[in-house]
């Protein structure tokens, strides 16, 4: 923006000519601070570059990153610049990103730790240039309370469904990419609590208000699915996901640590590291019993919930959920509380 003299120092220049006299240069506007500024750290070229990308998500469980998975984000980014996303904790991912796997143009990680910083004018600027986007474990909650319904939460939005750039996620960053998720706004929640008391005020859910990822409608994510086992708690979110939209699918994609899923562009979904994840989807009407101070009831002939446990190697395909190879099918269904596993 262009600077301007005031009224008092023009004439003064002009009485400054008229004696043979110039007027002295003035100093220097100071440089306003910028409000609310984010804490970042960035490595390799800062100079923003386009490259070509391709759409894709990916969805990890936790712990250990998988390199394969990383690596297939990064592919997808056609070496542009790579955007981290957290809540709390610092620049870990940098230099893994960088330096140990390599082919992209910069890594910059952004803490976003308040909804003030989400609407951080150089930090959108970035995301909205960014050719790939991660968005790192930590507490769902924050996420929630800090990100959604923010101008970052319109920014992710917008690369994921106008520019295409691929996107991921791990533990508390994989939760929040479902269209359904677990909000945790009143902390974690164990499989024992939830089968116990499914209307537990401790299961806050969020539904079609937050980030919409293609091939993740009416679908929530679970992470860290093996340490602890979370497959009654997941059970659970979909009791309750069935009972809010009785005509929509309830559907569940839970990943183990050290794993991750891959979805392309086409809703093909693979399973990368550790392994095995797991696809599960209601297959009928909701809980025979879904009631406050009650264990949760849902057999529906032992038949409530279908499951698919796809194994790296496999495939399955989010476009219809059904078809499926390289795995195995099983059907899960709660009786008085108690998690039950059935082969297909």
């Known amino acids: 923006m262009k600077n301007f003299a005031s009224p008092w120092v023009l004439l003064a220049a002009v009485h400054l000519a008229a004696c043979g006299q110039t007027s002295p240069e003035p100093a220097p506007a100071p440089v306003a601070a910028e409000a609310n500024p984010v804490q970042t750290w960035v490595v390799g070229d800062t100079a923003d570059v386009q490259t070509v990308t391709r759409p894709g998500c990916l969805l990890a469980g936790g712990s250990t990153d998988v390199d394969e998975a990383m690596r297939w984000l990064i592919e997808r980014s056609g070496g542009g610049d790579f955007v981290v996303l957290r809540a709390s904790g610092a620049d ?49 909650a924050n996420y929630v309370n800090f990100w959604k319904d923010t101008p970052l939460h319109q920014t992710i939005q917008h690369l994921v469904q106008d520019r295409r750039v691929p996107v991921g996620g791990t533990s508390a960053g994989c939760a ?42 009416n679908t929530i994510t679970d992470t860290h699915y093996d340490n602890p086992d979370r497959r009654g708690r997941h059970l659970v979110f979909l009791a309750r996901l069935l009972a809010q939209t009785p005509s929509a699918p309830a559907r569940g994609i839970g990943v183990p640590e050290r794993t991750a899923v891959v979805v392309e562009a086409d809703g093909t979904a693979r399973v990368m590291g ?11 009407p909701g809980p025979e019993t ?17 499951v698919y446990e796809l194994p790296p190697g496999g495939s399955f395909n989010l476009a219809n959920w059904q078809q499926a ?20």
């Open 274 to 284: 550790r392994g095995p994840a797991v696809f599960a989807q209601a297959t009928g």
């Open 290 to 306: 879904l009631q406050a101070g009650q264990p949760l009831h849902w057999d529906r002939r032992q038949q409530a919930v279908q």
């Open 176 to 217: 929040i990419l479902g269209q359904a998720y677990f909000a945790a706004l009143q902390g974690t929640v164990t499989s024992e609590t939830a089968l116990a008391n499914p209307l537990a005020p401790a299961i806050t859910l969020g539904h079609h208000d937050f980030l919409q990822i293609p091939y993740l409608q």
């Open 92 to 140: 870990g991912y940098n230099s893994y990103l960088y330096r140990e796997l390599g082919g992209v143009n910069s890594c910059q990680t952004f803490l976003v730790n308040s909804r003030e910083k989400a609407a951080n004018p150089t930090l959108l600027r970035r995301v909205r240039q960014a050719e790939a986007l991660f968005i790192a474990g930590g507490d769902q």
């Open 325 to 344: 190879n390289g795995g195995q099918w099983f059907n899960f269904w709660v009786n008085q509380g108690q998690l039950m596993v059935n082969p297909r």
